[in-house]
């Protein structure tokens, strides 16, 4: 038998605090799969395709996952906007040169990825395990995305540098 219902724990639950914040990550990461691919779409870098693609499989999961913890927790997904999502799709749809689009994206420095905002995920100490399990996982795929995307990015300046 499960310990938290043997000692009656967590059986008369409040609405999760976190419950939003989940919410817009399943809307946010649902929408990143679709720019994601309209990126490799626009490339004719063989390599920044296959990251992309690769990265899109990454987000849409994170998506899922997200809504069937809603789900779990006893609640329903909400889709809703995500302004930054469009801006980015228009980018990296767009015309526009693949160092560009990194820039767009927050990529400055070739040397360092850009500043995330994951650390106050962990912040809510009502947060429970499997939530936490769950978005800690997120977090750690979330930046090796961010280093595959360096990487490809750190090519390309260079690449960009031996032409000039």
Known sequence: MDLRK??????A?????????LNQLAITEGRAHDFYL???DASNDAELKEVMKFVAIRE??????????????G???????????DEWHALFASEASDIDKFKGFGFRSPDELPQDDFADLF????????TGALLGRFV????????????????????EL???
């Open 6 to 11: 043997r000692l009656d724990i967590g059986t």
């Open 13 to 21: 639950v409040a609405r999760p605090s976190y419950l939003a914040k």
């Open 38 to 40: 309209a990126w490799a």
């Open 60 to 73: 849409i999961e994170h998506s899922w996952a997200f809504k069937k913890r809603i789900r779990e927790l």
């Open 75 to 85: 609640y329903e997904f909400e889709d809703g906007p995500c302004a930054l999502c």
């Open 123 to 130: 912040d809510d100490m009502t947060l429970d395990a499997e």
């Open 140 to 159: 750690a795929e979330e930046r090796d995305s961010a280093t595959m995307f360096l990487h490809v990015y750190q090519r390309m300046l260079r690449e």
């Open 162 to 164: 031996a032409q000039a």
